[in-house]
């Protein structure tokens, strides 16, 4: 008797068992790689510890799917939107190395914003979530996609910019497998795209390994000096951040959905999405870590590959764990060239806003109407311009009761959609909790020969 093997088919494919465990491993080690870049980027510059993010980042993706009912495909690592936060209350020393006297107050202020999600998610569960989606249509969420895509634009082309060579190997790698291969190798075009421009890399004398060799072998990530302190000023300075990344989480949410054809905000629901995204961070801080937010990086991966299995995500999370033991992988990880995580970049950024493109056009986003393109144009326009206008600064910084407030371009965009669309005429839209935004993915299965 023939053994069946699996055939991603046009619509894509859900189900990830039928490919066999050593297959979903290294699909799960494939959004291991999609996410280390970014994350460990996140304590580089805060000076946080690696390893700390890790486990964080592994143990918060682990409790988002327990809240979640395990049916959200999404990974969940470090925040970029608290750097501000972090810069505020933890700035490094004169001499560049990292303030560890305030750094816990700093995670004791992401602990508490986690908290928010949760004040939220109670509110959604207590109201219902149709009085909440009402304020994020398509022709709301859609921009909103697009802009994080656009907004992430530049890192992958700044990284890639510091060797083309390496970027492009990358790059051509990924597309030829996933447009051309077969089978597996059209399912893990990340691994492939990075092992063979790594190899490029060692050749061209690129790699460094003496951090490699100078990383012990086993080491623990949570380390008691970094648990989080708590203080009302830091706490002041970081929790309305958690105003702007709600907006950011309610945003990727709709680009999974979109990107797998799953309603994930009727199902499981976006007050359990919030409620496993918040504790997530409170975890995240409460252990000397920086908070954790759902990864567009690995929605671009899920877009890509097709397959939507949320035990994939749980797999990479547990490789994120084992990864925080051991300094020695972790650093031998690190030692992927940035310009090669650019040349990856470039495409899973774009798969991105290409999927928000994908959500207004499927959702029938009529712009005809003035007032959808009045607010379509005013979230592009104030997302993108004032994420580049004060990208040093992080976004824009008014001062509350005393203390300096920072927005990011995105959550100020999401907030000027979100009201233009509360009080122009003319929101027709209706949320129903049994609403698809893509007919669901199927799972095709053919024999040996038929390959």
């Known amino acids: 008797m023939k053994r069946e093997k699996v055939q991603i088919g046009q619509e894509g ?11 979903m491993l290294l699909l799960g080690l494939q959004h291991t790689f999609a996410m280390f870049g970014a994350t460990v980027l996140v304590p580089i510059i805060t000076g946080l510890d690696v390893s700390t993010t890790l486990l964080v980042a592994g143990l918060g993706t ?5 809240i979640t009912k395990g049916r959200v495909p999404a990974f969940l690592g470090s925040s970029f939107a608290f750097l501000g936060g972090f810069a505020a209350v933890a700035p490094r020393l004169a001499d560049g190395s990292a303030n560890l006297e305030m750094l816990p107050y700093a995670c004791g202020g992401v602990a508490v ?3 928010v999600y949760v004040l939220l998610s109670l509110f959604i569960h207590a109201f219902g979530i149709e009085r909440i989606m009402r304020f994020f249509p398509p022709v709301v969420t859609g921009p909103i996609i697009i802009s994080i895509g656009l907004i992430l634009s530049p890192d992958a082309v700044s990284n890639a910019s510091q060797n083309w060579i390496l970027a492009l190997v990358a790059l051509v790698v990924i597309i030829v497998c996933n447009i051309f291969g077969k089978g597996m190798i059209r399912i893990i075009p990340i691994i492939l795209g990075i092992t063979v421009s790594y190899i490029v890399a060692v050749c061209m004398g690129q790699i460094d390994f003496q951090p490699v060799l100078d990383a012990a072998w086993i080491g623990l990530p949570i380390h008691t000096s970094a648990i989080a302190k708590f203080d009302l000023n830091a706490i002041l300075m970081i929790v309305p951040i958690a105003l702007a990344t709600i907006m950011e989480h309610i945003g990727d949410m709709a680009a999974i959905s979109a990107t797998t054809g799953r309603n994930y905000i009727a199902n499981p629901g976006l007050s359990r999405t919030l409620l496993g995204d918040g ?9 000397g870590g920086p908070a954790n ?7 671009g991966v899920l877009a890509m590959t097709r397959i939507y299995d949320p035990r994939i995500m749980r797999i990479a999370a547990c490789f994120a764990i084992l990864l925080s033991f051991s300094p020695k992988i972790g650093a031998l990880i690190s030692t992927i060239p940035t310009a090669i995580i650019g040349g990856i ?10 999927v928000g493109v994908r959500n207004v056009v ?4 009529d712009f005809t109407k003035s007032r959808n393109l009045v607010i379509a144009a ?13 990208s040093e600064a992080g976004g824009i910084s008014f001062p509350i009761a005393g203390y300096t407030i920072t927005l990011s371009g995105l959550a100020i965009a999401a907030i000027l959609g979100i009201v233009l669309n509360a009080i122009l005429p003319g929101n027709d839209y209706v949320f129903h909790k049994d609403d698809e935004p893509v007919k669901e993915p199927e799972v095709k299965h053919v024999t040996p020969d038929q390959q």
């Open 345 to 354: 970049s470039v495409i899973l950024y774009g798969m991105i806003s290409a």
């Open 362 to 365: 499927e959702s029938r986003v």
């Open 279 to 287: 504790l997530a961070t409170t975890m995240a801080g409460l252990l």
């Open 13 to 23: 494919l859900f189900d990830a068992r039928q490919l066999g465990v050593p297959k």
């Open 113 to 115: 914003a986690g908290l």
């Open 293 to 299: 937010t759902t990864y567009g990086e690995n929605t």
């Open 378 to 390: 005013v979230i592009l326009v104030s997302a993108l311009g004032i994420n580049f206008a004060f």
């Open 62 to 66: 682990l409790l988002f799917h327990l």
